[in-house]
Every structure is written in structure tokens, then in C-alpha cells.
């Protein structure tokens, strides 16, 4: 049995052998030997989703030093995806792996409070959203090449063209 045999096997067992899915997603995203797709397709996931199943599989061995098996029973996979999601992106002492899993669970977080609650201790700042002209000038252009009659074109425009003075 290959492992995209294996990963299809362990997601209908059910809940408790998701692990099973990100060890085999883990060993398998980013080999560049179209597996991922594959696994994606058996899985019937996207493919972003079996890539978040690696980044589970990653952020649990980042932090299975510092943690006991009860920690890894007691939180979902999406909560070590994001534990790792985050360390990538600020690069954090991994030692602190284990006062955020704790903290998550004792707080009862999900895996969104959790990746405020790091990005708070490590001073992450929110980038502003900003949109460039060239992006402004691809929707205007839609817009006007849209199969609307008149009136409804017009609407549309002038409903972009306030959304443009909201954004700049």
C-alpha cells in the first residue's frame, strides 16, 4: 500500500487518525514530483488544505521537544499548522512552543486566537491593505468591458469608483 493509499485509508477511519493524514502529507508536500497533487485529489482536499496538513505535521515536530503526548491529543491539527505558520513567519525561541500550546488549551483557543495570541507576544504588527493602481485599473477595465446594459455599468463603476476612495 503507496502512502496516498494509506492517507485515503486514515481520513475514513475518522478524526483520530487525521494524524496519520499530516505524517504522510508532511513527507510528501514539497518533493515537486506532483505527489501533492495527487494526495490532494485521493484525499478530495485542495491542495492548500494537504499543504496545511504538512505544516501540522511540521509544527508538531517543532514542538514535540518541549510538549507530552497528551498536549498533541488535546489540540487539532490546525492548531500545531499554525503554530508552525507562525515560527516560519516571525522565527520565535521554539522553546515557547509549549506555553502556547498550553495557553491554548487552557484557554479553550482555536487555532485563530492562537496565532493572535503569538503574534501579540512577538509584537507582529498588521500590514495595512493597500491596492495599487495597476489593480484599480484592471477592475475599472472589467467593469467597462462587462456584458451590463448601461444603467447597471454605471452603478457598477460608480460603486468602484467610492470603493477606490475608501481604499487610497
Not at 506532483?34 to 490532494?40: C, F, N, P, S
Request: charge should be neutral; charged fraction near 25%; hydrophobic fraction near 40%.
Amino acid at each position: 500500500m503507496n502512502r496516498i493509499d494509506k492517507a485515503v485509508s486514515a481520513l475514513h477511519c475518522g478524526n483520530d487518525y487525521l494524524w496519520t493524514v499530516c505524517l504522510i502529507a508532511g513527507r510528501t508536500v514539497g518533493k515537486r514530483d506532483g505527489q501533492t497533487q495527487e494526495l490532494a485529489q485521493a484525499l478530495l482536499k485542495s491542495v492548500s488544505q494537504v499543504e496545511n496538513y504538512s505544516h501540522a505535521y511540521f509544527g508538531y515536530r517543532l514542538s514535540r521537544k518541549y510538549i507530552t503526548p497528551s498536549v498533541r491529543k488535546a489540540l487539532s491539527p490546525g492548531h500545531f499548522a499554525t503554530l508552525f505558520t507562525c515560527f516560519r513567519r516571525i522565527e520565535f525561541d521554539p522553546e515557547l512552543c509549549h506555553g502556547y500550546l498550553m495557553a491554548a488549551i487552557d484557554d479553550s483557543m482555536n487555532a485563530e486566537q492562537l496565532r493572535e495570541l503569538i503574534e501579540n507576544d512577538n509584537n507582529v504588527q498588521q500590514k495595512p491593505v493597500t491596492l495599487g493602481q495597476s489593480w484599480f485599473q484592471k477592475g475599472w477595465d472589467a467593469i467597462e468591458a462587462s456584458n451590463l446594459d448601461a444603467a447597471k455599468r454605471e452603478f457598477a463603476l460608480d460603486l468602484f469608483r467610492r470603493f477606490q476612495e475608501v481604499m487610497t
